[in-house]
């Protein structure tokens, strides 16, 4: 038989309730299961976890099942999984996480037509556990310097198996956790092509009801810390200082270094929480510089900060006041700057500088758009907005074009926000003029003074939730004493940033393009959707050739949702085939709208009878 294209490492220790959901991903995938191999490595399993895996492999010939005594963590199962595979590919599943159906295949796929050594599929949080990277945008190739893929270092992904060979790369073992730190980071230091599929949903990272997920177990944490320096001196090997390793260290001291300084650092007595702290204090002292700490939010640079000056005490304050549920509101001083609300700011007593606390590079709006739509010839918009810990003193919606920005108050309350634009009015009063108009939202809040202090502003673009076809469609928009113009509505690629076009000539965005009609000896009828059309617009069948334009006496009957059917007689007239549109007026916008024959039918040709009667059309 030929070679599998992938082979699924599956590594299981005491999973034995998720494990229909995790191997029924596999198997229920699109990819061909006899492309498929599946090795699930039991790991001394004493839930009967062994027993359904036997069973499973029974019904599934693509199932190899591989036993042995618990190894203390997932390193040491991947291992002898990744020895036994024979795909040209390895995707390494956790056991008690699932694949979307078509996950396989669009991988393989990608690493096959970009020779990817490692293709990142889109991970989703599922079950109360969030994804460890938003990967927004798929990439055949990308930098692991400028993209976010060494922000996940985990298992999870599809490796080419020739590479992991070529560099003897496998996973650490007897370590429960950041068993996989020192496979991903070399893997993505040696790998020639790194891509990124973030348009399909691939990997589903589920959290456990039973709160028994690796990272959630009790730790030696001095000892973890002397794992991660071990780690950690493997990446000061092979990056030189600079930018380029500051930007990798950075991820470290987000994920590794100051992770255990949250509930597992309070669990502790103080002299537990003393030897976590000696523990870490090297690698700050190795590895923080100042463009790692300004690149740290301000709860983890305090906490390098204390770490560094010794401050045990102050470090514990912090900690403390992350985890509490309602932060206090962050101080705004008059110069803008805003800095959080931790313990001990600018406190005589404890002489943290200001710059810890500072957020105001960080501190961003929080939005939704959770609806668009037109109605009477308005756009109304609506959402969420907020700013953490601040209190919203105005809400508008802002207008963004050539000519600069123009904002529209909304009306809010609660976080939740309405806004209406009204073409005729929304530049200060005047009509909206032609152009791309990017729309955002935009905030006023104040600090802890509340309205008699200082004041924050933050704008953001709108992004809808969900794409409305109805409220995307081109229409025709009434701008008051101004001409109507086209207006369409889109979303800008890769980000997705709602936009209006106002067309005042209807050349950019075509109208009516479902305009489709059918042809008798003697008659002429024509259907389509022309949203918003005025009551006063004007709508004419013609003829069109080289010589010009026959216009047709014509019947238009307006029926709802702005559809409308156009019929016309058929007389006699100079003979030949001239092709059937509609002639749209309103106001000074005149547009030609080519009637189609039907699905796929192209144009609709027309060829008037002879006769002797003069024909009442005209051309013109």
Known sequence: ??????????????????????????????????????IAVDDGSTDGSGAWLAEAARSHPNLTVVSGPPSGGAGRPRNIGLARATGDYVFFLDSDDRLGPEALARLTRMAHTCRSDIVYGRIVGADGRAAPVDLRLTSPRVSLFDSPVYWSLAAYKLFRRSFLDRHRLR??????????????????????????????????????????????????????????????????????????????????????????????????????????????????????????????????????HCLRAGLDDELTAVVRADTR????????????????????FRDPAHPLPDACYDLSTRLALRQRLTGYHWRDGLLHLHGTAELPGLAAHRVDLVLR??????????????????????PATALDGAPLTDGIWGLKIALTAHGAAGASGSALRRAAWLCPETEDPAALAPRLLGRGPAAPAVAALFLSHPHGHLHLDLDTRGARRPLGTDVHGKATRTTLTAYLTLPGCPQDAELQLILCDERG?????????????????????????????????????????????????????????????????????RYG
């Open 401 to 422: 074009g050539r000519g600069g920005e123009h904002r529209l108050p909304a009306r809010h309350q609660g976080g939740i926000w309405h806004a209406t634009l009204d």
């Open 549 to 617: 334009v026959i216009a047709l006496p014509t019947k238009v009957q307006r029926r709802s949702h702005d559809r409308f059917i156009l019929r016309a007689r058929l007389r006699g007239g100079p003979p030949g085939h001239r092709r059937a549109a509609v002639r749209l007026t309103a106001g000074t916008l005149r547009l030609r709208l080519p009637v189609g024959a039907g699905e796929g039918g192209g144009a609709l040709t027309v060829t008037l009878p002879r006769g002797v009667l003069p024909y009442k059309g």
């Open 171 to 304: 996973f650490a073992e007897g370590r429960l956790l950041a068993e996989d730190l020192p496979f991903g980071i070399a893997a993505l230091l040696r790998a020639e092509v790194v891509s990124v599929l973030a348009d399909y949903d691939c990997y589903y990272l589920h959290g456990r009801d039973d709160d028994s997920n690796a990272t959630r177990q009790d730790t030696d944490w001095p000892d973890y810390l002397a794992y991660i320096a071990t780690v950690l001196a493997q990446v000061a090997a092979a990056v030189p200082p600079g930018p380029d390793r500051d930007k990798l260290m950075t991820r470290h001291f987000h994920g590794e270094i100051l992770m255990p300084f949250a509930a597992p650092y309070l669990a502790r007595d103080r002299a537990g929480r003393r030897a976590m702290a000696d523990a870490a204090r090297p690698l700050v002292a190795r590895y923080l510089t100042d463009r790692i700490m300004a690149a740290l939010p301000p709860g983890l640079r305090l906490r390098a």
């Open 325 to 344: 549920h309602t932060p206090g509101p962050p101080h705004v001083d008059p110069d803008g700057r805003v800095y959080a609300a931790y313990p001990h």
């Open 1 to 38: 038989m030929a070679a599998p294209t992938v082979t699924v490492v599956v590594p299981v220790h005491n999973t034995r309730r998720y494990l229909g959901r995790s191997l029924g991903s596999v198997f229920a995938q699109t990819l061909a299961q006899d492309r498929i191999e599946v």
